[in-house]
């Protein structure tokens, strides 16, 4: 997930907790990261699945990318 100046820490707290079932104050840290650095790992699953979280985050306008935690 990638900072913007659009999205308030509210609106982007409200959807990775119902995106990703995480809890609020694993939401808060996420996305103070992801305002701190830029970005922000937000979720660790199979890809689809991955994906799906992706496209509940970015409905928001908040853009993501989905990749590999690691190379092979």
């Known amino acids: ?3 913007n100046d659009t999205n308030t820490f509210e609106e982007v707290i ?6 990703t079932d995480c809890d ?3 939401a808060f840290m996420e996305t ?3 305002d701190a ?5 937000v ?3 199979e890809k689809q699945r991955c994906v799906s979280v992706a ?6 306008g908040v853009a993501t990318e989905v990749k ?4 092979d």
């Open 24 to 26: 609020a104050q694993e």
């Open 37 to 41: 650095f830029g970005s922000a790992h």
């Open 55 to 60: 496209e509940m985050i970015e409905s928001i």
């Open 68 to 71: 590999k935690e690691w190379e």
């Open 14 to 19: 409200e959807i990775l907790i119902r995106s």
């Open 1 to 3: 997930m990638f900072n």
């Open 32 to 34: 103070w990261e992801a």
């Open 43 to 45: 979720h660790f699953a």
